[in-house]
């Protein structure tokens, strides 16, 4: 699998786009396939870490895509390097026209550049597909630029796929994306309760960058790291009403029909569909009930995919 480099180990020189690549939805997908083209070259994507938002604006910018999720993604689609630009202050304040100078050409030797038409870049975002043909004019680079893609919902994009994400509709951020939608997490000890009821459940840590769908029980496939194969599941997500409302958001699955000890193990989580919205139950009974419930709902859903 390729990995995750620094710009003084790129291999050069280099084809090369330059974006968050968030998603690696269709549009994106577009602006690869047009860097791959260029064989001669060494495929290269680069991003910036952290994101430029954080940075100067002190916020959170939660990812569809972790970096290191993106390199099996990235490999399949010909990308050879996914380049990490540290972005601080000081690189912040650097102009437009010597990002292109000191980045693109003289760190990453790029000979082929592609962006797509709404590429801003450079101090207070003042660079765009101009300034890059002004600078290399004179110069054997080639750029490529790549249209915005649009369906008949509108334009293509990161915000798009996370704002129906938050809403829980996974059907159709699934189809951005072209792929199915998933986060990993590690086992870490629980109270016990899931257990307590007859519904065992793996807590899961997650990395504080992902962006996770809208609160609610959905049905999803589990993946244990140590095997490829997918467990129907619930998941929950969010808090819990009906045991402690103090409690602060959690990610528990339940493998149905199976019995695992999955401490200290992570788990890759893909949810399909969500069952319904978390609800504060009068007691446990009623919780362990709905819960059944949930079960059979989810293998209903679950056993029309036949994985």
């Known amino acids: 699998m390729i990995s995750l480099i620094s710009p003084s180990e790129v291999k050069n020189p280099t084809s090369i786009a330059i974006g968050s690549f968030d ?10 396939k047009s860097v791959v083209e260029e064989n001669e070259y060494t495929p ?25 999720e993106k390199l099996p993604i990235l490999e399949a689609l010909g990308i050879e390097q996914l380049v990490l630009i540290p972005f601080d202050k000081k690189l912040s304040k650097l102009t437009a026209e010597n990002f292109i100078k000191d980045i693109l050409i003289n760190q990453l030797q790029a000979k082929n550049i592609s962006v797509g038409a709404n590429f801003r870049f450079g101090f207070k975002r ?48 699934c189809k951005i994306l072209n792929r199915a939608y998933s986060f990993k997490g590690k086992v870490v000890r629980g109270k016990g309760i899931g257990k307590s009821l007859g519904f065992p459940t793996a807590n899961l840590e997650i990395d504080g ?5 809208g609160e609610g029980v959905y049905a999803a496939w589990t993946t244990i790291e140590i ?28 493998l149905i029909n199976k019995d695992i000890n999955l401490y200290g193990l992570n788990l890759s989580v893909e949810p399909v569909k969500k069952l319904r919205s978390q609800i504060q139950f009068e007691n446990i009974d009623q919780l362990s009930n709905q819960i059944k419930k949930d079960r059979e709902n989810a293998l209903r ?5 036949n994985i």
Do not use: C
């Open 23 to 32: 998603g690696l939805h269709a549009g994106h997908r577009n602006l690869i």
């Open 44 to 68: 290269t994507i680069a991003s910036f870490w952290p994101h430029p938002r954080e940075v100067l604006y002190n916020e959170t910018r939660l990812r569809l895509d972790l970096p290191e």
């Open 126 to 173: 003042s660079g765009d597909i101009n300034t890059i043909k002004h600078v290399i004019k004179d110069m054997d680079i080639k750029l490529k630029i790549i249209s915005i893609l649009e369906d008949n919902e509108g334009r293509i994009s990161s915000s798009r796929i996370r704002d129906l994400l938050q809403k829980s509709d996974l059907k159709n951020a």
């Open 209 to 213: 960058r992902k962006f996770l769908p």
């Open 227 to 254: 095997s490829s194969h997918k467990i129907a599941s619930i998941m929950n997500l969010g808090s819990q009403p009906t045991i402690d409302p103090l409690l602060p958001s959690a990610v528990e699955v339940h």
């Open 301 to 305: 859903i679950l056993e029309k995919f």
